[in-house]
């Protein structure tokens, strides 16, 4: 893809081919984002439609000095799942839940682990892992000072770890 | 240092930051902090892992409509089809698919810090074309429409380029397409990527005379307004109550399953009259065809207030309008998916004539 001021400013004057391709391009990765914090695949495809439509609609605040134009879409996508949230009544949240795991989710102790922390633990440590997001990239997307990331991330690699330590011995325990 | 001190370098390093040389020390010495360390890797590589059969190939297709003021573009079977003489059909056309009166506007003074200009360009019958375009919102500020003009058919795209005090810069591209119209004739935006734009000063309250080549000069007026009137607010027929034989669809959305597949923001159509229907394009999506008569292989839909509810293919479809669609329930929809648009458009919108698509009225009784 083209540098990503290039892509925004076309984007800003509405160049729909533009946003399609950058759509195409990122849509996958931020829906597999996503589902680490809504829960479902389902709510994943329909708070990332969201965000795109958002963006497109009203493309504004973004700032190529604070990060990358992916950085800025995951700062977005994870308020629209925050909304999401908020809308969700709790009986509707146990449906979720019960009724679709993630794909990885019943082959994976790692997945089961994550589920366990709080979602900015996991939108941490998947948006460091998995997006490969610098310091002052996740600071921008989880709204939080640069100096604060590195010990944030510590507590989540921390956290995940006694939670993996524990699925994994207690899959070895059954698996006996 | 200690272990526990040195705990967040170690986080740090799996990060490729560098951390203080005495926790590097620590590090370098310690077993228990090194098989932290490798855990940490471990676990990362076991998100990655985990993560690849998470992602999709392919994201599932939407369309992004353009954002157009008013999106018009002739469908041929129309001027096949015509009872009415078909200049009067452009007027009629023109004066529901692009914006109308002033009514519900709220005007500012000339020379004041109103943000959106509202073009009224004349037109040989029927009301002027109003266009409003946006000093501030990039975009609003493109405005496209065909309309007659003496004894031609005259094409023309607006585009604000800039503002200086009370006046804004306009450049217009404009063409004069053939008359009589044949069935073949096609009203595209793309035909105005091949004319040379003209960019002229305009001060809202004056008259700006635009030239044609081989035409009479549009003329034009405006006026500043504090901000883009929303669809449908401009059309001389605003009323909420749709007349009796009225098709209102405004700035539609439409659903398939629940899920949003097109948005025509921004898109007014009206159909006032027997034997027309509206009709919505979308790259990706296809061509709807919406009449409040039975069309020959049509599907019945239902209207609800502002939403008409149908079903083709094993799908729900659900279109959303801005204002209540009509008086009945009954609607028929034609659906042609595999409709493309021609120009590198992404949305269009119009009101066309339909004779020939409906249903024989002896095979309705």
Redesign the interface.
Same mark, same amino acid.
Do not use: H
């Given at each position: 893809m083209a540098d990503d001021q290039e892509i925004w400013k076309k984007i800003? =004057?509405?160049d729909?081919q533009v946003?399609?391709a950058f759509?195409?391009e990122t849509?996958?990765?931020l =829906?597999?984002f996503l589902?680490q914090i809504v829960g479902s695949c389902e709510a994943a495809?329909?708070v990332a =439609?969201e965000t795109?439509?958002q963006i497109?609609?009203q493309p504004n605040g973004y700032q190529p000095e604070r990060g990358s134009l992916r950085g800025y879409l995951y700062g977005i996508g994870r308020k629209r799942a925050a909304d999401w949230w908020r809308k969700q009544t709790p009986s509707a949240e146990e449906t979720e839940e019960k009724t679709e795991p &993630?794909?990885?989710e019943n &082959? &994976?102790v790692?997945?089961d682990a !994550?589920k366990r922390l709080p979602e900015e633990q996991r939108s941490l !440590?998947?948006l460091?892992?998995?997006e490969g997001q610098s310091?002052a990239e996740l600071a921008a997307i989880l709204d939080i000072p640069v100096g604060t990331v590195? &010990?944030r !991330?510590?507590a989540a690699?921390?956290a !995940?770890?006694q939670v993996?330590q524990t699925g994994a011995q207690t899959s070895t325990r059954r698996s006996l | 240092m200690n272990c526990n001190e040195a705990?967040?370098f170690v986080?740090?390093l799996?990060?490729g930051?560098r951390i203080p040389p005495a926790a590097a020390a620590h590090v370098g010495e310690c077993e228990a902090c090194r098989a932290?360390m490798r855990?940490?890797i471990e676990?990362?590589a076991?998100?990655?892992?985990?993560?690849s059969?998470?992602?999709?190939?392919?994201?599932?297709p939407?369309a992004?409509? @353009?954002?157009r003021n008013s999106i018009s573009t002739l469908w041929q079977k129309g001027w096949e089809t015509m009872r009415i003489p078909r200049f009067a059909f452009v007027a009629l056309v023109l004066g529901v698919v692009a914006l109308g009166s002033t009514l519900a506007v709220v005007k500012v003074r000339a020379h004041s810090e109103g943000s959106v200009v509202i073009l009224a360009v004349n037109q040989s019958a029927g009301e002027p074309i109003k266009c409003p375009l946006s000093t501030v919102n990039?975009?609003q500020t493109l405005c496209a429409a065909w309309s007659p003009q003496g004894k031609n058919m005259v094409g023309y795209e607006i585009n604000l380029l800039g503002r200086d005090g009370s006046r804004v810069q306009l450049g217009v591209r404009a063409r004069v397409y053939p008359l009589p119209m044949g069935a073949a004739t096609k009203y595209l935006f793309s035909d105005f990527a091949q004319v040379e734009q003209k960019d002229y000063w305009f001060e809202p309250g004056e008259t700006l005379h635009v030239d044609v080549a081989g035409s009479e000069p549009l003329t034009m007026t405006g006026e500043w307004t504090d901000h883009i009137p929303p669809p449908g607010a401009l059309n001389s027929n605003s009323k909420l109550d749709p007349g009796p034989l009225e098709l209102r669809i405004n700035s539609p959305v439409l659903l398939r399953d629940k899920?949003?597949i097109a948005?025509w923001?921004g898109a007014v159509s009206t159909a006032d009259e027997a034997n027309q229907g509206v009709v919505l394009a979308m790259?990706d999506v296809g061509r709807f065809t919406f009449a409040l008569q039975p069309l020959q292989g049509g599907i019945k839909g239902r209207i609800e207030g502002n939403r008409i509810l149908f079903e083709s293919e094993g799908h729900s479809y659900t279109l959303l309008s801005g204002v209540f669609v009509a008086r009945g329930e009954d609607i028929w929809i034609l659906y042609d998916p595999k409709f493309k648009l021609e120009d590198g458009s @992404?949305a269009w919108n119009g009101v066309f004539g339909i004779r020939d698509l409906l249903v024989p009225a002896t095979a309705t009784n």
């Open positions: 800003t =004057q509405g729909a946003f399609d759509y195409r849509a996958p990765r =829906q597999a589902r495809e329909d =439609q795109y439509i497109w609609k &993630s794909r990885a &082959s &994976s790692m997945g !994550l !440590l998947w460091r892992e998995v310091y590195r &010990s !991330l510590f690699r921390e !995940l770890r993996w | 705990a967040e986080s740090a799996c990060d930051e932290r855990e940490y676990m990362g076991e998100m990655r892992r985990m993560a059969l998470e992602f999709d190939e392919e994201a599932k939407l992004w409509a @353009t954002k990039k975009n899920k949003v948005d923001e790259k @992404t």
